[in-house]
């Protein structure tokens, strides 16, 4: 396989100006991050005049855009699910709604203060993956506060920056940072490691942490993080799979 990789800085102008240029290379398959969903029928229709087999991954385009071409193609995870995967992780470690773990309900009043980090406003897997952990904490009667919902733009430095803010304005009362994935979750911990909030564990088979946080992905740097005691779980996005 000889393959180009091209980056549009989030630039939908720049991508279609990319994908065309590739087009003239020659290139046989592409596979797209769409920068916008919404501009996916422009692209399958170029690839279809041309019959060129094509693949979207991490924005699903809408389905009117696909559904007269046989070689457009989308491939992602069930963000649903992972949202879902999330909020039994919320279940496991704070326990029981009615008697939730002392130790992570610090102030003992019963419910979750908790922050969402929210990867892109509109991004179908950022809104699916939070909507669905709601729903289940709400239908297994999990009382909680949601203090902010921040978009960190799936961004670590920007999660951090963020951090800095909400711990002014929270400080301690924060007891659980849901992150729609394990980048902006690292962030997070970067601002508690250099706050000297949160201490690295090496090997840690207890989680000991005083805010509970965690991601989606379950990337190499996260399950790093989960085996020092930093992230207190992470949910596989399986990219292996979905490649093959």
Do not use: C
Not at 97 to 110: I, S, T
């Amino acid at each position: 396989v000889d393959y180009r990789i091209a980056y549009a800085a989030r630039s939908q102008y720049n991508q279609n100006q990319q994908f065309l240029a590739f087009i003239d290379e020659g290139i046989d398959l592409f596979i797209i991050n769409l920068v916008d969903r919404l501009a996916a029928a422009t692209i399958v229709e170029k690839a279809a005049t041309l019959s060129l087999p094509i693949i979207f991954i991490n924005r699903e385009p809408i389905e009117d855009a696909m559904k007269n071409y046989d070689r457009a193609f989308y491939v992602g995870a069930d963000p649903e699910q992972q949202g879902e995967e999330q909020a039994r992780l919320v279940s496991k470690i704070f326990g029981p709604p009615d008697a939730l773990n002392p130790q992570f309900d610090k102030n003992g009043d019963g419910q979750i203060q908790m922050i969402i980090l929210k990867g892109e406003v509109g991004h179908q897997d950022a809104e699916q993956r939070t909507s669905k952990l709601r729903d289940w904490l709400n239908e297994h009667q999990y009382p909680y506060e949601l203090f902010e919902t921040i978009v960190a733009d799936w961004d670590r430095e920007t999660a951090k920056e963020w951090m800095k803010r909400l711990h002014q304005n929270y400080g301690d009362q924060i007891e659980l940072i849901i992150s729609n994935n394990d980048d902006m979750a690292l962030g997070a911990i970067d601002f508690y490691l250099e706050q000297g909030i949160f201490q690295r564990y090496p090997d840690a088979t207890v989680f000991q942490q005083p805010i509970v946080i965690l991601g989606v992905d379950g990337t190499q740097k996260g399950i790093t993080a989960i085996n020092e005691g930093l992230l207190a779980g992470t949910v596989k996005n399986d990219a292996k799979i979905q490649s093959e």
